[in-house]
Protein backbone atom coordinates (compact mmCIF):
# COMPACT_ATOMS: atom_id res chain seq x y z
CA UNK A 1 0.00 0.00 0.00
CA UNK A 2 1.32 3.75 -0.79
CA UNK A 3 1.93 6.14 1.93
CA UNK A 4 -0.23 8.97 2.24
CA UNK A 5 2.12 11.17 1.83
CA UNK A 6 5.69 12.24 -0.10
CA UNK A 7 8.54 14.11 1.58
CA UNK A 8 9.26 17.70 0.34
CA UNK A 9 6.16 18.61 -1.02
CA UNK A 10 5.72 22.30 -1.22
CA UNK A 11 2.04 22.76 -2.20
CA UNK A 12 -0.62 24.92 -0.37
CA UNK A 13 -2.28 22.05 0.85
CA UNK A 14 -0.52 19.25 3.17
CA UNK A 15 -1.11 16.63 4.77
CA UNK A 16 -0.37 16.43 8.21
CA UNK A 17 -0.50 13.91 10.92
CA UNK A 18 0.87 15.27 13.47
CA UNK A 19 -2.65 16.32 14.88
CA UNK A 20 -3.92 12.99 15.06
CA UNK A 21 -2.87 11.70 18.43
CA UNK A 22 -4.45 14.81 19.63
CA UNK A 23 -7.64 13.93 18.13
CA UNK A 24 -8.07 10.46 19.15
CA UNK A 25 -6.81 11.36 23.03
CA UNK A 26 -10.01 13.60 22.93
CA UNK A 27 -12.45 11.16 20.98
CA UNK A 28 -10.86 8.66 23.37
CA UNK A 29 -11.17 11.46 26.56
CA UNK A 30 -14.47 12.70 26.03
CA UNK A 31 -18.03 10.85 25.72
CA UNK A 32 -19.31 13.68 23.68
CA UNK A 33 -16.89 13.06 20.77
CA UNK A 34 -16.97 8.86 21.49
CA UNK A 35 -19.07 8.47 18.19
CA UNK A 36 -15.92 9.80 15.77
CA UNK A 37 -13.61 8.04 13.88
CA UNK A 38 -10.60 9.61 13.59
CA UNK A 39 -9.26 7.32 10.95
CA UNK A 40 -11.70 8.96 8.68
CA UNK A 41 -10.19 12.14 8.73
CA UNK A 42 -7.56 13.49 6.91
CA UNK A 43 -5.51 16.66 8.54
CA UNK A 44 -4.59 19.26 6.34
CA UNK A 45 -2.63 22.43 6.99
CA UNK A 46 -2.89 25.01 4.56
CA UNK A 47 -0.10 26.95 4.32
CA UNK A 48 -1.33 30.13 2.59
CA UNK A 49 -4.76 30.67 3.30
CA UNK A 50 -5.42 33.28 5.94
CA UNK A 51 -8.33 31.58 7.17
CA UNK A 52 -11.05 34.79 6.39
CA UNK A 53 -14.40 34.38 6.55
CA UNK A 54 -16.52 37.61 6.98
CA UNK A 55 -14.30 39.13 9.79
CA UNK A 56 -13.65 36.67 11.26
CA UNK A 57 -10.24 34.92 11.04
CA UNK A 58 -10.37 30.75 11.32
CA UNK A 59 -7.82 29.09 13.27
CA UNK A 60 -9.70 25.76 11.56
CA UNK A 61 -12.54 24.14 9.39
CA UNK A 62 -14.07 21.05 8.85
CA UNK A 63 -16.19 19.54 5.99
CA UNK A 64 -17.13 16.58 4.47
CA UNK A 65 -14.65 15.12 1.85
CA UNK A 66 -17.06 14.37 -1.35
CA UNK A 67 -18.07 10.34 -1.54
CA UNK A 68 -16.21 10.75 -5.27
CA UNK A 69 -12.73 12.17 -3.72
CA UNK A 70 -13.11 9.48 -0.86
CA UNK A 71 -13.27 6.90 -3.77
CA UNK A 72 -10.22 7.92 -5.46
CA UNK A 73 -8.11 8.37 -2.59
CA UNK A 74 -8.87 5.21 -1.16
CA UNK A 75 -7.92 3.43 -4.57
CA UNK A 76 -4.62 5.11 -4.30
CA UNK A 77 -4.13 4.55 -0.43
CA UNK A 78 -5.97 1.83 0.79
CA UNK A 79 -7.40 4.59 3.48
CA UNK A 80 -10.55 5.29 3.30
CA UNK A 81 -11.43 9.70 4.49
CA UNK A 82 -14.82 10.95 5.40
CA UNK A 83 -13.84 14.44 6.69
CA UNK A 84 -10.68 16.61 6.03
CA UNK A 85 -9.92 19.13 9.08
CA UNK A 86 -7.55 22.37 7.60
CA UNK A 87 -5.62 24.43 9.84
CA UNK A 88 -4.66 27.77 8.51
CA UNK A 89 -1.14 27.56 9.33
CA UNK A 90 -0.80 31.79 9.85
CA UNK A 91 -3.28 31.83 12.58
CA UNK A 92 -2.45 28.66 14.04
CA UNK A 93 1.77 29.18 14.38
CA UNK A 94 0.97 31.91 17.26
CA UNK A 95 -0.94 29.28 19.49
CA UNK A 96 -0.04 27.45 22.29
CA UNK A 97 -0.30 23.86 22.77
CA UNK A 98 -3.39 24.25 24.89
CA UNK A 99 -5.09 26.37 22.12
CA UNK A 100 -4.21 24.20 19.57
CA UNK A 101 -5.83 21.15 21.57
CA UNK A 102 -8.50 23.08 21.96
CA UNK A 103 -8.65 24.05 18.49
CA UNK A 104 -8.78 20.35 17.60
CA UNK A 105 -11.46 19.96 20.35
CA UNK A 106 -13.43 22.59 18.19
CA UNK A 107 -13.56 21.12 14.74
CA UNK A 108 -14.48 17.54 15.99
CA UNK A 109 -17.19 18.62 17.74
CA UNK A 110 -18.86 19.86 14.51
CA UNK A 111 -19.07 15.92 13.71
CA UNK A 112 -22.76 15.61 14.73
CA UNK A 113 -23.95 11.82 16.04
CA UNK A 114 -25.28 11.32 12.63
CA UNK A 115 -22.61 12.11 10.74
CA UNK A 116 -23.20 14.88 9.78
CA UNK A 117 -21.81 18.55 10.57
CA UNK A 118 -23.38 20.36 12.75
CA UNK A 119 -22.98 24.14 13.50
CA UNK A 120 -22.40 26.13 16.60
CA UNK A 121 -25.84 29.18 16.84
CA UNK A 122 -22.66 31.53 18.62
CA UNK A 123 -19.40 31.63 17.28
CA UNK A 124 -18.12 28.81 19.72
CA UNK A 125 -19.06 26.10 21.95
CA UNK A 126 -20.76 26.66 24.95
CA UNK A 127 -18.79 24.51 26.64
CA UNK A 128 -15.38 26.20 25.73
CA UNK A 129 -16.94 29.73 26.18
CA UNK A 130 -17.84 28.69 29.78
CA UNK A 131 -14.80 27.30 30.59
CA UNK A 132 -12.12 29.61 28.94
CA UNK A 133 -13.85 32.77 27.98
CA UNK A 134 -14.95 34.13 24.62
CA UNK A 135 -11.45 35.00 24.26
CA UNK A 136 -9.98 31.69 24.22
CA UNK A 137 -7.68 32.02 21.33
CA UNK A 138 -5.93 35.95 22.56
CA UNK A 139 -2.34 35.45 21.80
CA UNK A 140 -0.46 34.16 24.55
CA UNK A 141 -3.55 33.45 26.75
CA UNK A 142 -2.95 30.76 29.43
CA UNK A 143 -6.10 28.42 28.86
CA UNK A 144 -6.20 24.56 30.68
CA UNK A 145 -5.16 21.51 28.86
CA UNK A 146 -7.95 19.28 27.70
CA UNK A 147 -5.78 16.27 27.56
CA UNK A 148 -4.24 16.70 31.53
CA UNK A 149 -5.66 14.00 33.74
CA UNK A 150 -8.12 14.75 35.60
CA UNK A 151 -8.97 17.89 33.34
CA UNK A 152 -13.63 17.77 32.95
CA UNK A 153 -16.27 20.41 31.48
CA UNK A 154 -17.57 21.92 34.92
CA UNK A 155 -21.11 20.78 34.57
CA UNK A 156 -21.61 18.66 31.90
CA UNK A 157 -22.43 15.83 34.04
CA UNK A 158 -25.94 17.33 34.59
CA UNK A 159 -27.62 17.51 31.38
CA UNK A 160 -30.11 19.64 32.87
CA UNK A 161 -27.67 21.67 34.51
CA UNK A 162 -25.38 22.07 31.53
CA UNK A 163 -28.50 22.97 29.40
CA UNK A 164 -29.47 26.26 31.35
CA UNK A 165 -25.76 26.93 31.57
CA UNK A 166 -25.48 26.64 27.64
CA UNK A 167 -28.54 28.90 27.38
CA UNK A 168 -27.35 31.73 29.77
CA UNK A 169 -23.98 31.53 28.64
CA UNK A 170 -25.21 32.07 25.33
CA UNK A 171 -27.40 35.53 26.25
CA UNK A 172 -24.14 36.74 28.24
CA UNK A 173 -22.09 36.83 25.01
CA UNK A 174 -24.87 37.69 22.98
CA UNK A 175 -25.17 40.76 25.60
CA UNK A 176 -21.55 41.61 25.49
CA UNK A 177 -21.52 41.38 22.02
CA UNK A 178 -24.34 44.47 21.74
CA UNK A 179 -22.07 45.97 24.66
CA UNK A 180 -19.60 46.34 22.43
CA UNK A 181 -21.01 46.90 19.69
CA UNK A 182 -22.88 49.91 21.28
CA UNK A 183 -19.39 51.08 22.57
CA UNK A 184 -18.10 51.78 18.69
CA UNK A 185 -21.86 53.19 17.28
CA UNK A 186 -20.30 55.71 19.99
CA UNK A 187 -17.02 56.56 18.44
CA UNK A 188 -18.92 57.75 14.85
CA UNK A 189 -21.34 59.88 16.22
CA UNK A 190 -22.01 63.38 14.07
CA UNK A 191 -24.19 65.11 16.04
CA UNK A 192 -25.16 66.15 19.57
CA UNK A 193 -28.60 63.88 18.65
CA UNK A 194 -27.16 61.16 17.35
CA UNK A 195 -24.36 61.52 20.89
CA UNK A 196 -27.41 61.65 23.12
CA UNK A 197 -29.67 58.29 21.26
CA UNK A 198 -25.88 56.26 21.26
CA UNK A 199 -24.55 57.31 24.93
CA UNK A 200 -28.04 56.11 25.73
CA UNK A 201 -27.92 52.73 23.70
CA UNK A 202 -24.77 52.16 25.56
CA UNK A 203 -25.96 52.33 28.36
CA UNK A 204 -28.91 49.90 28.43
CA UNK A 205 -26.82 47.20 26.53
CA UNK A 206 -24.12 47.91 29.52
CA UNK A 207 -27.11 47.72 32.02
CA UNK A 208 -28.61 44.43 29.89
CA UNK A 209 -25.10 42.45 30.15
CA UNK A 210 -24.36 43.45 34.11
CA UNK A 211 -28.54 41.80 34.25
CA UNK A 212 -27.33 38.56 32.20
CA UNK A 213 -24.34 38.15 34.65
CA UNK A 214 -26.45 39.23 37.46
CA UNK A 215 -28.84 36.30 36.17
CA UNK A 216 -26.01 33.40 35.82
CA UNK A 217 -24.99 34.38 39.12
CA UNK A 218 -27.77 33.74 40.97
CA UNK A 219 -28.07 30.57 39.09
CA UNK A 220 -25.45 29.21 39.90
CA UNK A 221 -26.08 29.65 43.68
CA UNK A 222 -29.26 28.07 43.53
CA UNK A 223 -27.35 24.61 41.40
CA UNK A 224 -27.27 22.18 44.06
ZN1 LIG B 1 -16.76 26.09 14.65
Redesign the pocket.
Known sequence: MPDLTINEFNGKYRINDFYRPIAEKLVHKFPELKHITVASILFLDNTEGSGKSKDKI?CA??GTIQEKWSDIIYQFTGKRFDYFIEFFRQNTERLTKEQLITVVY??L??IGTDGNIR??SI???ANIVAKFGPDWLAPHLVIPDLLEDGFQWDGIQSPNLFSSIDEQMINIVKAAVEWKQAKENLKSVNSADELITSTLAENSAEKQLINQINQYNASIKQTP
Open positions: RQIHEAHHHEEW
